[in-house]
Nanobody
């Protein structure tokens, strides 16, 4: 079983930055592929970024490329999402997700993730 706890959300003006963190309870965090998803009101939950457990492979949805960076610290059982140049359309509840994977693999579909955090609200004002 894996418990995930997100933090770092908040209210920021357009153009600002936030860093989200997701701490995992599992000792074998380094065997987990991780992802960040977001869900805006009335919309589906969509992938934002994903990272392999080695940290060597990452994936970003087009709308955040060049602005967001996913990273992980396996010694701290934590994955991060650095969000720069935030836009009002980035407003959503952000969730981290995890699932065991091979070292260089990540998942891009939410149904491939078995473990989810409770979410953290990110609001970007114009």
């Amino acid at each position: 079983q894996v418990q995930l706890v997100e933090s770092g959300g908040g209210l920021v003006q357009a153009g600002g930055s936030l860093r989200l963190s997701c701490a995992a309870s599992r000792r074998t965090f380094s065997s987990l592929a991780m992802g960040w998803f977001r869900q805006a009101p009335g919309k589906e939950r969509d992938l934002v970024a994903a990272i392999s457990w080695s940290g060597g492979n990452t994936y970003y949805v087009d709308s955040v490329k060049g602005r967001f960076t996913i990273s992980r610290d396996n010694a701290k059982n934590t994955v991060y999402l650095q969000m720069n140049s935030l836009k009002p359309e980035d407003t959503a509840v952000y969730y981290c997700a995890a699932n065991p994977a091979r070292p260089e693999d990540y998942y891009t579909i939410q149904y491939d993730y078995n473990y989810w955090g409770q979410g953290t609200q990110v609001s970007v004002s114009s």
